[in-house]
Structure formats: structure tokens, C-alpha cells
């Protein structure tokens, strides 16, 4: 059975960072592209950004922060990062960690996380 | 890149039929075959429910069928259930190399 579990969210002040995990269980972790997906309160799903399988590590990210965040994983621990800096009060919401269905970036979101809550205080 | 345009709410007694829409541009929706759709009860994680415009995953309902036409594609619940009631997403992938959800639509069994 797939498992995703984030960890990492919290309370931070505008411009600071926080660093997103998310440890996978369950499946061949380095066969599938990964992405962070957000919902802030009472609003809907925001891709975020998402990071192919293959060894190249191919990223891509929303505009909305292009810039400010990094994805990353490392097949060898089965985790997926989002490192997130000069954090914006918009930002605040709950990031999912979502296995796709194919090795890049097609968007099937199979298997999620339970969520991470980052609150960005001004 | 801009939300794909779904419509706020539909509503639906047990047993109809029911359809959401979901409006993109000759750059997502219109593009490419890579459309899918999530379901979200209240304080859950969303689950996958349509992909590839018309694909079911494992273990969904044949109630849930998707399809698309031009830069349009739509969801349609047959035997509406109060299960089904939730708030339901479309996706798709971009020319820009980036994903994009609809606003989402909240499905209300009467």
C-alpha cells in the first residue's frame, strides 16, 4: 500500500523559509514523478511544483513561486523536499505530497499525503 | 496560468445525472489528452476519480465518466448517491510545462 506522509509545516513570519519532507512508502519511488500540491483554507487545489524520476531531476513550478521554492528528492531515502523561502502570507495553506502515475509530470495524482499546514504570519 | 474555469456548484437529487464542466484554452484543455478529476470530501485528501479525459482508476465507480470536447471537458456522475456529495476538481497539464486545476465545484445531493 502506498504511503506519503509530509512533515515539516508550521508557523513562520513573511520572508522567512520552511523545508517541506514527505517520506514515501509502498512503490518503486524512483520510478514516479512527484509534486506538492496546496489548498489554502477554504480555497482550491494549486499545483505547486513537481519533479520527474528519472536522474536528471527535471522541475518545474507555478508561477506563483517560481523563484522562491525548490523541489528536490532523494531516491536513495524515498523523500521528496520543498524548500520554501521569502514566504508570503498567500502562501499560507495545506501542501500535499502526490505521487503521479507516470515518470513525469502528467498530472495523474494517484496516491497523496494527509497534508502539511504552513501559516505564514505577517 | 490561469485557473481552469469550473462552475461553483451543481446540485442533483438521488438517482440523476449530473454534469460539471470544466473551460480551459487551446493551451491546456484544448491541447492535449491529459485531463483528469478529483474528488474531495470536507477535510480529506483529494482521490483521483478520471484520467486521461475518460479513464476510471481501479476501484471507482463506473458512475463517474469523463469526456472532452475542444478546450472543454466535463465530468458526469450517473445514479447520483449522497456519498457523492463532495467538491470535485479538473486538472490538466500545459504547453508551459506546468499542471493547473479548475476552481472546483461543489456537488450537492438534494
Known amino acids: 500500500e502506498v504511503h506519503l506522509l509530509e512533515s515539516g509545516g508550521g508557523f513562520v513570519q513573511r520572508g522567512g523559509s520552511l523545508r517541506l519532507s514527505c517520506a514515501a512508502s509502498g512503490f518503486t519511488f524512483n520510478n514516479y514523478a512527484m509534486s506538492w500540491v496546496r489548498q489554502a483554507p477554504g480555497k482550491g487545489l494549486e499545483w505547486v511544483s513537481g519533479?520527474?524520476?528519472?536522474?536528471?531531476?527535471?522541475?518545474d513550478y507555478a508561477d506563483s513561486v517560481k523563484g522562491r521554492f525548490t523541489i528536490s528528492r532523494d531516491n536513495s531515502k524515498n523523500a521528496l523536499y520543498l524548500q520554501m523561502n521569502s514566504l508570503r502570507a498567500e502562501d499560507t495553506a495545506i501542501y500535499y505530497c502526490?505521487?503521479?502515475?507516470?515518470?513525469?509530470?502528467?498530472?495523474?495524482?494517484?496516491?497523496w499525503g494527509q497534508g502539511t499546514l504552513v501559516n505564514v504570519s505577517s | 496560468q490561469s485557473a481552469l474555469t469550473q462552475p461553483a456548484s451543481v446540485s442533483g437529487s438521488p438517482g440523476q445525472t449530473i454534469t460539471i464542466s470544466c473551460t480551459g484554452t487551446?493551451?491546456?484543455?484544448?491541447?492535449?489528452?491529459?485531463v483528469s478529476w478529483y474528488q474531495q470530501h470536507p477535510g480529506k485528501a483529494p482521490k483521483l476519480m478520471i484520467y486521461?479525459?475518460?479513464n476510471r482508476p481501479s476501484g471507482v465507480s463506473y458512475r463517474f465518466s469523463g469526456s472532452k470536447s475542444g478546450k472543454t471537458a466535463s465530468l458526469t456522475i450517473s445514479g447520483l448517491q449522497a456519498e457523492d456529495e463532495a467538491d470535485y476538481y479538473c486538472?490538466?497539464?500545459?504547453?508551459?510545462?506546468?499542471?493547473?486545476f479548475g476552481g472546483g465545484t461543489k456537488v450537492a445531493v438534494l
Open positions: 486538472s490538466t497539464y500545459t504547453s508551459s510545462n506546468t499542471l493547473v
Open positions: 486521461e479525459v475518460t
Open positions: 519533479v520527474i524520476s528519472s536522474g536528471t531531476g527535471s522541475t
Open positions: 487551446s493551451s491546456d484543455v484544448g491541447a492535449y489528452n491529459f
Open positions: 502526490a505521487k503521479d502515475s507516470f515518470n513525469w509530470n502528467v498530472g495523474y495524482f494517484d496516491s
